[in-house]
């Protein structure tokens, strides 16, 4: 009899499909700010946006999306790391509804930071508690999708990203000389402030059911094209700025393995994208670069000075810039980041890479 022998093949490749479906099912949320933003700013009236050319030039369709890239940004590519079938979409973007939902979300805001004033002059961005509100928002969305314990299910089991901290320093500390915050407070005492302002953020995270969290550091802030352009005389980086990175970078990552003893887990991965930044800034040449100082597109010294607009200076081949605009990296140096992400070793990924975690995940 060949019917049942058939239908038991069938599900075999049913209960195998299924198994399989529900492993690549894994949902990633991004949360953070223009290192990540995929769209989100598109639909507010802010200054703060990446929607006209040449932004996008190397993405797959050649139009300007939001992403800070010229390319993918750093949530693209890890999404096609963990087998994802699209990144996540903007929050805000008409087309996440239905399905598309369990796939993920990005709730990332060009401008935004850990602080609810840094960005004000941007004016109309998803400032952090906003950022967390909409997530509570999606999660009611996706049960009445597929009900309350499969929605959690999916929240537990999912990949976040949080990229924050740069802009509390660029877009308020030194947003002008002598700004509020830097009468203040010194960048020894503001750097924990800030940290345990992160904290409360990453708690709330947390108690909205998030489990895996990478949290990257910031770059190595006074090194970007627009801090060269602005305040180095012979292209070093600014020192300023360097020891704010210098100071916020291992406090994050203190904070962070204070958390998961705390909460008797490994729930926050600390990205070193400080070291990351480093190497090829330092060596640019090793890493395929011919420069780290000029940005791809821009204007005046180093192409650091403005914003990147369909009348900047343009260079051809932007696989051979770090930079790709004043603050944010190329396509091809995001995806040496995540390449880090993914199998660096402790230094770069602490308390283990990416690809630990999916192997660990897996068999849970
Ligand atoms: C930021 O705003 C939220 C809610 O609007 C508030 O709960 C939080 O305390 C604020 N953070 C700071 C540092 O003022
Ligand atoms: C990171 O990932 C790679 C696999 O790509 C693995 O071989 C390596 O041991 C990992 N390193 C650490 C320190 O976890």
Not at 62 to 68: K, L, N, P, S
Not at 81 to 90: A, D, T, V
Not at 108 to 131: E, K, V, Y
Request: glycine fraction near 8%.
């Amino acid at each position: 009899m060949a019917t049942p022998s058939f239908s038991i093949i069938l599900s075999l490749l049913l209960i195998i499909g299924v198994g399989i479906s529900q492993s690549e099912a894994r949902a990633f949320f991004v949360f953070g700010d223009s290192l990540v933003d995929s769209g989100n700013n598109n639909y507010l009236a802010t200054t703060a946006r990446a929607d006209s050319p040449p932004y996008g030039i190397d993405y797959p369709t050649r139009r300007a999306t939001g992403r800070f890239s010229n390319g993918y940004n750093i949530p693209d590519i890890i999404s096609q790391q963990i087998g994802s079938s699209e990144s996540p979409l903007p929050y805000l973007s008409p087309a996440l509804t239905g399905q598309r939902l369990l796939v993920g979300a990005n709730f990332a805001s060009a401008g935004i930071g850990i602080l609810n004033d840094t960005g004000i002059q941007f004016i109309n961005i998803i400032r952090m508690p906003q950022q967390l509100d909409y997530f509570r928002q999606y999660q009611r969305r996706v049960s009445g999708l597929i009900g309350e314990a499969s929605t959690q299910r999916l929240v537990n089991q999912a990949l976040v990203l949080m990229t924050l901290g740069g802009n509390d320093f660029v877009n308020n500390y030194f947003l002008v000389p002598n700004s509020a915050r830097s009468r203040q407070f010194s960048i020894p005492d503001y750097v924990p402030f800030l940290i345990r302002e992160y904290r409360k953020i990453l708690m709330n995270v947390y108690n909205l059911g998030a489990r895996r969290v990478i949290v990257t550091g910031t770059g190595p802030l006074g090194c970007v094209p627009a801090e060269l352009a602005q305040r180095s005389r012979n292209g070093e980086c600014s020192p300023e700025l360097q020891q704010a990175a210098a100071l916020f970078n291992p406090q994050l990552m203190q904070m962070l393995q204070g958390l998961n003893r705390e909460l008797g887990s490994n729930v926050f991965i600390a990205a070193n994208t400080q070291q990351m930044h480093t190497n090829f800034i330092t060596n640019p040449q090793a890493y395929g670069f011919i420069t780290s100082k000029v940005a791809c597109c821009g204007q005046g010294p180093y192409n650091g000075l403005g914003l990147c607009t369909p009348l900047s200076n343009l260079c051809p081949n932007r696989d051979v810039y770090a930079f790709w605009d004043p603050f944010h990296p190329s396509e091809r140096a995001n995806k040496i980041i995540v390449q880090q992400i993914m199998s660096g070793t402790t230094e770069y990924m602490n308390p283990m890479n990416l690809s630990t975690i999916l192997a660990m995940d897996s068999q849970a």
